[in-house]
């Protein structure tokens, strides 16, 4: 989660007017290092650069960092170039181990260091395996297959280094994965500030809380909201969603994918915006109507000053601030408004809504809805939700065994014999020296990949 004010949480790293360069996922940059490491195992050498089929048919090249081949197994290596998005792994070393597997195993895939372990149900693959997302599984294999001709016997291990760090700035700790990031993309491409990264990250945080059997789930607009909204409903980490200015997307997605109750909680001017109709609360969506702002302090006994007041406020902080001036509870209508609002969204789901608006500050300046809940937000003394332990690793599926090979660990740990990052080169018979250097750029921030 990023830091900051109420007001400033959703609208940091506004993409600038110039065209926007596109990068490449995690999922691309770990298909092209696998495809390397595998042409040199088959042939002696490491194709530089490396070209990979993308699901939507394109065909980039990749330059490798690093890369070291010994008998029978073979590393390589690609800087993520994430483009002009602020992605928190822009920049990282995407490292593939590969070594003949077992005959008749197909490709299976393993966590080297830095990528995490699923370890909470509602993701797209049980608890045990490698966060290695099923679109990048089928790009390996795919990538594989192509220089085989047919689906090879391969046992891969995806890492990234510094990649336990780096996925303690994004939401994975969240989602019960655990030990690094996860290796992402449906399409390959990274679009500079893209809406659907935000969007599925908001999905996956439903899909955790429901496989863990949450009763309570609660989005917010930000980090002083969602500190908040915690603390009043007594709500473990899991059960908190960062839907941003999507409000639209969490409920609609909640409406197919409903859980008994949802709060929906923000800062004064994001839900001031909701409760006048607007699902998608960005500013450049449309600003606060101080006027209807206004007109709804008239309805409440305000006089003629305190509407004039409100009308010509700067901010709707400052709106807020002359209503209680004068004994309004602005707060409430409010959100009750906002509730209305939302419940059409998820009307027919069983939902019980309600709606919470924080100031600066954290304090509840206002609600609708149920009232906040005493204890957690699932039976039982439950005062937080726990460390989740890594289980031992699920059976492997039928299209993309994942389980390693006998004798080897499991998913977490590296392929037997094959150095970690920091000394992939040892004992390996070096290849072509690197041949690109840590794409230069802007300090990550985003924290949604």
Known sequence: MTGGVEQAETEPN???????RTGWTTGACATAAAKAAWAALLTGEFPDPVEILLPRGQRPAFALAESALAPGQAMAA????????P?????????AWVRHGAPGSGVTFAAGPGVGTITLPGLPLPPGEPAINPTPRQMIQ???????????DVAVTIGIDDGEALAKRTMNPRLGILGGLSVLGTTGIVVPYSCSAWIHSIHRGVDVARGTGLAHVAGATGDASERAVARLHGLPEQALIDMGDFVGGMLKYLRAHPVPRVTVAGGIAKL???AQGRLDLHSRRGTVDMAALAALARELGGDDGVAARIAAANT???AFAHAAAAGLALGNVVAERARQVAAAVVEGSGIALDIAIFDRDGGLIGHAGPPALAGPSRPGP?????EPSVPEPSAPGPSFPVSPLP???????????LPAPESATAGLAPATSASTAPVPGPAPRNLRR
Do not use: N, Y
Not at 407 to 415: D, E, H, I, L, T
């Open 316 to 318: 709707t902080p400052e």
């Open 272 to 274: 001031t915006k909701l």
């Open 78 to 85: 690609i800087v993520k170039d994430a483009g002009d998005d």
């Open 14 to 20: 506004r993409p600038p007017s110039q065209p926007l």
């Open 142 to 152: 795919d990538a594989l297959a192509e220089l085989s001709g047919h689906v090879p």
């Open 87 to 95: 992605d928190v792994t822009h920049g990282a070393l995407v490292r």
């Open 382 to 386: 439950r005062p937080a939700m726990p």
């Open 407 to 417: 004798g080897a660990p499991s998913s977490g740990a590296p392929v037997p014999d």
